[in-house]
């Protein structure tokens, strides 16, 4: 599957961590996808990876003994699929 079409599974899941889905295992099953940052710069990746790792991070805790903010991750989370978007629409022109 092109990472386009997997961006738009990846965006249509961040939904589902919105409404309150495991963000563990959510996390797992993104990181499980490699085939999202293949086509995108080095540092998409790592990007990636680190905004997982703080979701993780966050899932052990609760919200308010836990010093990452959900919603504030999701929202990252949607700039990094905004930015991947913009860099695949760049390199196909």
Known sequence: MPTPALLDDLESRLQALRDGADAAAWSQATRAQPALWADLPPQFETVLHNLLDRLESGALFNQESCSFSQEALVDSLQQWVDAAR????????
């Not at 913009?86 to 022109?93: C, E, G, P």
């Open 86 to 93: 913009r860099v695949l629409r760049s390199t196909a022109a």
